[in-house]
């Protein structure tokens, strides 16, 4: 499939011209204005160039090339105009990155020699990025590869913990989820230095001892050294340096080290036979060590594997079939109803007549059913 264009202005006489000039030699899409433009873009893409034109009503060219920066970084993106001013192009060139700067009226053949050096461009960028991405991948997949063989335990864990991490990372619908799966691959890796007995007690869920921890914890900044002299591995190693900093402890943690963190602590709480549901209770008690945004993002990746999607919600918002996914107190600290209790009729009846006496702490933690 070849590479798809997107022209932005709102003249459709303008559009026209362009559909009729250019489509037997390119792929060819139009919008009549900005907003058209960011709908195509994410419903019709990827596009590998986008032209657009400076003064349009509500937004401007230089606005929606910056929004076609953030959606689609890969996009080259070219201005098209008729006020040829400096100030305009500078602006266009600083916020909106754009590859050229053409005016109007522009013959065909410039702007065709413009959209091919465009796609050259393109193509540029995407080759070097599956490079990377190849490079990288085959790289890490021999030392995990590795990893399996002198440590099966550690490349369990990795494995376990990768899972966690992407599932998080997808509920958070971030970006360039793959370098956080290598991260989350490799957090292990530095684990073939650790003696095996400590690690046997680690993974078997049994406390370590004080010397045991210190040793234990070097196993990330040992992964860092050994994966520094790989090119371009810099956001990876900075997860994985990170990956037991507590959320509290600094407000500059990269995010996939505070995904990881959550994910790692989980584990660690699961090996240590905690059910999936007590696990999650015990993060939510110790909630100044992970990001708020992420635990919760965890919480829904996991409990939607089991059928169930975690909620907070008002006493009112109480249904019959909910389970109670922390425990349910009064303002004065009395238990009113343990964790892990599915709610029926009769028991939020009881509930709403001791609130009335009592008063419930609100919201209230529950797990509803997917449907």
Same mark, same amino acid.
């Given at each position: ?11 459709? =006489?303008?559009?026209?011209?362009? %559909?009729?000039?250019?489509? /037997? *030699?390119?792929? !060819?899409? +139009? $919008? ?118 002198? =440590?099966?335990?550690?490349?369990? %864990?990795?494995?376990?913990? /990768? *899972?966690?991490? !992407?599932? +998080? $990372? ?129 919480? /829904? ?71």
């Amino acid at each position: 499939m070849s590479e798809k264009l997107l022209f932005v202005d709102d003249e459709a =006489n303008i559009l026209d011209t362009f %559909r009729r000039g250019l489509r /037997k *030699r390119f792929t !060819v899409e +139009t $919008a009549l204005g900005a907003q058209e433009g960011l709908r195509v873009l994410q419903s019709c893409g990827p596009f590998a160039v986008v032209v657009s034109d400076l003064k349009m009503p509500k937004m401007d060219g230089i606005q929606f090339l910056s929004q076609v920066r953030e959606l689609s970084p890969t996009t080259v993106r070219i201005m098209l105009t008729g006020h040829a001013a400096l100030e305009a192009a500078i602006a266009a060139v600083n916020e909106g990155h754009v590859f050229r700067f053409l005016t109007k009226p522009c013959d065909i053949g410039t702007l065709i020699k413009t959209l091919e050096a465009a796609l050259d461009q393109y193509r540029l960028i995407t080759a070097e990025k599956e490079l990377l991405r190849g490079t990288l991948r085959g790289s890490i997949k021999v030392l995990v590869e590795i990893l399996s063989l002198v =440590n099966p335990e550690a490349f369990g %864990r990795s494995e376990r913990i /990768k *899972r966690l991490a !992407v599932a +998080t $990372a997808e509920q958070l619908k971030l970006k360039n989820i793959w370098r956080l799966e290598l991260a989350a691959m490799l957090s292990q890796i530095g684990c073939v230095s650790i003696p095996e007995e400590i690690l046997s007690k680690k993974y078997s869920g049994q406390k370590l001892g004080p010397e045991e921890e210190q040793i234990y914890g070097m196993h990330a900044s040992i992964a860092v050294k050994l994966l520094e002299n790989i090119p371009r591995m810099e956001e990876i190693t900075a997860v994985i340096a990170h990956q037991a900093d507590t959320y509290a402890s600094a407000d500059d943690l990269p995010v996939g080290a505070r995904i990881l963190k959550v994910c790692l602590d989980f584990d660690d709480l699961e090996q240590q036979g905690l059910s999936r549901e007590q696990a999650i209770s015990t993060l939510r008690d110790q909630q100044q060590r992970y990001d708020p945004n992420i635990l919760l993002a965890f919480e /829904k990746a996991l409990f939607s594997e089991m059928g169930f999607v975690p909620r907070r919600v008002a006493l009112r918002e109480l249904l019959p079939g909910m389970i109670l996914a922390a425990d349910v107190k009064t303002r004065a600290d009395i238990l009113l109803l343990a964790k892990g209790q599915e709610l029926s009729e009769l028991v939020l009846e009881r509930l709403i007549r001791l609130s009335g006496s009592y008063g419930v702490r609100e919201p209230i933690a529950v797990l509803t059913p997917i449907h």
